[in-house]
């Protein structure tokens, strides 16, 4: 691969910009020079594609095109472009047009559970905050893959405004997550505007903010975005490192600068095949991200979304690599890894088995190495009837009314003070057929 400060003279001088690094490291001129057709990119990189890939790729374009920062695009090593993680992760291929059975318009039901438009609400105590709809890069393995290729905009404050009330209505909500799209393609001045009106209502107690910029466009992160940031917290932003290709100096600057105005860092991987879906690439991602103060958080086993199914692997995949993860290495730098389920039951954790039988006073274990050992139960543990009465409770926690709440799903069978002795799905045959 040539070397990298060529690579940029020569395309920021084909685009038009200024050469140094004043247009390169100008994150707006990164946005606005996005590219977005083959004939372009064929002429940055230096390669030729053939007449059939040409063709293909205006039918898969025409379906759900294509943007990739000149920034991202640098990244590509055309001495193996089909096998190079950026290239695949950006460029489209017709395989994307492909539909097989197991795909799902909106496998994740975000749609269904958005109370008002742009929030999704799933779990107790969190949403969804979609408050932009742009992105710099369109990756390929997008699961609101259905999305890509709307109309490009950042929904105006009256659309935000909906969201918003929607939280300060609901006081359930303590944790506010803003995804997209990308919340960093806002101005400094309306993500400024958002966070303080979010940070305005008493019960939210910490924000979130999902972005890939620190990958895609790592000049975003400039000292102004993150001195204003710094203002809002508590604040956390998670990114979507996929490869160690994806780390290079200019990504490290931008986490470091997050990092030190006391952010705190977490990376969501999405598994995905000839990408990623290897224990060593897996392994020394984890490593190079805790190097940069950024914690492992999520590995996504790919949804279920159209046109993902090349990206697809066996959830065996995913496993083997937590298997060679867990008790391998730093355990802060092991994500959990999880399946978002489909019809919106959320994001479930998925793990090799290390409790592999127990009796009445003790469980057998297994370890990384294939230790098999036993841990025994105490014997004078006293187990106490809980019926949410905490004055009679010898613990200090004394619940106001306000934490109280109401137990749900599995934590319900578990609840002494639950009558509830089973979950039975409401369409179940076997109930259908009693008589009533
Ligand atoms: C992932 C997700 C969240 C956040 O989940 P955490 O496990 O708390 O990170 C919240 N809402 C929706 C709809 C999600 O998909």
């Known amino acids: 691969m040539k070397n990298s400060t060529d690579r940029q003279e020569k395309i920021v001088e084909i685009i038009g910009g200024q050469t140094g690094s004043s247009s390169w490291s100008n994150w707006r001129w990164q946005a606005a020079h996005v590219i977005r057709d083959i004939d372009t990119a064929a002429r940055l990189l ?3 594609f053939s007449q059939r890939e040409r063709k293909a790729f205006l039918r898969t374009t025409a379906r759900f095109p294509m943007s990739i920062t000149p920034y991202y695009l640098s990244l590509i090593d055309t001495d193996d472009l089909y096998n190079c993680p950026i290239f695949q992760q950006a460029f489209p291929t017709e395989a994307e047009l492909t539909i097989v059975k197991q795909d799902m318009r909106d496998p994740l039901a975000e749609d269904l559970d958005s109370p008002v438009p742009g929030i999704t609400h799933r779990y107790p105590d969190r949403v969804l905050f979609h408050v932009s ?53 806002m101005s400094d001045e309306k993500l400024d505007w ?53 780390i290079t100096e200019s990504s490290r600057r931008a986490l470091a600068k997050l990092a030190d105005a006391g952010i705190p860092l977490g990376n969501q991987s999405v598994l995905l095949a000839g990408v990623n879906d290897c224990p060593r690439i897996m392994k020394q991602l984890v490593h190079r991200l ?44 092991v994500p959990t890894y999880v399946i978002d389920a489909p019809h919106g039951g959320g994001k479930i954790p998925i793990m090799p088995n290390y409790l592999i039988s127990w009796s009445t006073n003790k469980v057998v274990l297994r370890n990384y190495e294939g230790v098999i050992c036993t841990y025994e139960e105490p014997e004078s543990y006293k187990a106490v009837f809980c019926d949410r009465n905490c004055t009679q ?44």
């Not at 369109?138 to 709307?150: A, E, F, N, P, Q």
């Not at 940069?292 to 959830?315: A, I, K, M, W």
């Not at 069978?413 to 002795?421: G, V």
């Open 46 to 48: 230096g390669v030729t």
């Open 133 to 185: 709809n742009l992105c710099a890069m369109y990756c390929r393995h997008c699961t609101r893959k259905r999305k890509v290729g709307d109309r490009d905009f950042i929904p105006d404050r009256a659309q935000i405004e909906q969201g918003i009330r929607y939280i300060e209505e609901t006081p359930a909500v303590r944790d506010v997550l803003l995804s997209g799209g990308d919340p960093f393609m």
């Open 194 to 246: 958002l966070l303080t009106r979010l940070r305005k209502i008493p019960h939210v107690e910490i924000i979130r903010i999902g972005t890939r910029t620190p990958v895609v466009l790592p000049y975003r992160i400039t000292d102004e975005l993150v001195e204003m940031l710094a203002r809002h917290h508590p604040l956390w932003v998670n990114t979507h490192f996929n490869h160690t290709r994806e």
């Open 290 to 333: 805790v190097q940069n103060r950024v914690r492992p958080y999520y590995l996504y086993q790919c949804d279920l979304s159209e046109g993902l199914s090349h990206f697809r692997t066996p959830v065996g995949k995913g496993i083997e690599i937590l298997e060679s993860l867990i008790g391998h290495t730093t355990g802060f730098a």
């Open 393 to 436: 409770c010898q613990l200090t926690l004394k619940l106001d009314s306000a934490d109280e709440w109401r137990a749900v799903g599995i934590e319900k069978l578990l609840a002494d003070y639950d009558l509830t002795t089973a979950l039975i799905p409401v369409d179940n045959e076997r109930s259908a057929r009693r008589v009533s």
